[in-house]
Structures are given as C-alpha cells and as structure tokens.
C-alpha cells in the first residue's frame, strides 16, 4: 500500500509540474490581472497577488489532496464492483490501476499549452479556462452556452473514452479474463457515477450561477 501511495504523491508532483509550466507559457497570471482590473482597483488587485504569492504553495497540497481523494473514490467503485461481480481482487491493486490511469489527463495541460501557444496565440482567461482538448465543447464552442452546459461537454471528450478503454484492459489483465469483460466492470460501476457527478455539478451550476 505504501508503495502506492508513493505512485499517487509521483503522479502529483507530476500534475504540479506539468501545471505550472503551462501557466507560466500562457501566462495565467497576466491574463487573471486583466481580467479582474475591471473588477478591483489597483490595490486590492495588489493584495489579492501578495496574497495569492504568499500561499501559493498550499495549491501543493490541493493537487495531491484531490488526486489522493479522486483515485481513492474511483478505486472504491470499481472494487464495488469487481466484488459484486464475485472477483476476489485486493484493493491496492485497484487502486494501483487507477493511479496509472490518471496519467492519461497529463496530456490534457500539454495539448491546452500547445493549442494556445502556437495555434490560437490570441486568447482570453475564458477562453484557457473553458478549453479542453479533444471534447466536445471544441467543437460547439462555448460562447452562447449556457454556464452550466459547459461541463458536462467538457467531460464528453476523447482522454475521458482513452481512460474507460485503458481502465477495461486493466481490468481484464487483473482479473484474468479479458478487456470486454473489464469493460462491462468499468461501464456498471465508473460510468454512471461520472454521469451522477456530472449531473450534480450541472445541478450547482445551474442554481448558484
């Protein structure tokens, strides 16, 4: 177990690095002064960076705290499932399958920082944040969209279908069967709570935007 934990706090610091340097190259910074100089006067955008700057490393913590939590929750489901299905696998070993799994989203900061930096180098805080490469929301667009239809379509895309496929082999490989039947774990347990995820950040959204 150890040894996982050591692999999530790994894929962590990983997820920091990759992190900050697309926001160094897109220069999220920059871009969060302008957009809040309409919003605060000099001094309070002044403090609110002094302040930002002074904790900025307890964003540390958050990334490994959400992914230690994340793995650990999506482990549980397919260890749910797995047990329902009368699969006597450990837990570790699911929760190792989840943690190797998360290194998939990796890319997704790689292809925004590419995307941004030398295809639409004319861009906006909105426009970095509602990005995701390879989904849905691409191809709509989201302005005109409605806040809290934004999400759900940001979830719609192609590292969400890589990650089920990849999950369904791994599946197969530690239960000696094979990736339909790892498949079938994944779409009964790990689907529907991400659409139930979904459906509750859509809930929020909607209500509180």
């Known amino acids: 177990m150890n040894n996982t934990f050591l692999k999530c706090l790994l894929l962590s610091i990983t997820f920091t690095v990759v992190t900050e340097f697309s926001n160094t190259v897109l220069n999220l910074k920059g871009l969060l002064r302008h957009f ?107 302005k005109g969209f409605e806040t809290w239809f934004i999400y759900p379509f940001q979830v719609l895309n192609l590292f969400e279908l890589f990650y089920v496929i990849y999950l369904g082999f791994q599946i197969g490989k530690l239960t000696n069967t094979n990736t339909d039947y790892g498949l079938k774990i994944v779409v009964s347990s790990y689907v529907p709570s991400l659409l139930l995820w979904v459906a509750t950040i859509m809930f929020f959204t909607l209500n509180y935007s």
């Open 36 to 142: 809040l100089s309409d919003y605060l006067t000099l001094d309070q955008l002044n403090s609110y960076f002094e302040f930002q700057d002074n904790w900025h490393w307890l964003a540390y913590f958050y990334i490994y705290a959400i992914i230690l939590i994340k793995t650990l929750i999506i482990a549980t489901i397919l260890y749910i499932g797995l047990f329902l299905s009368n699969k006597d696998v450990k837990y570790k070993n699911a929760w190792n399958i989840i943690i190797k799994a998360e290194s998939i989203f990796l890319l997704v900061p790689i292809f925004k920082t590419i995307w941004f930096y030398y295809f639409q180098i004319d861009y906006t805080l909105q426009d970095v944040q509602n990005f995701y490469p390879l989904s849905a929301l691409n191809i709509t667009g989201y």
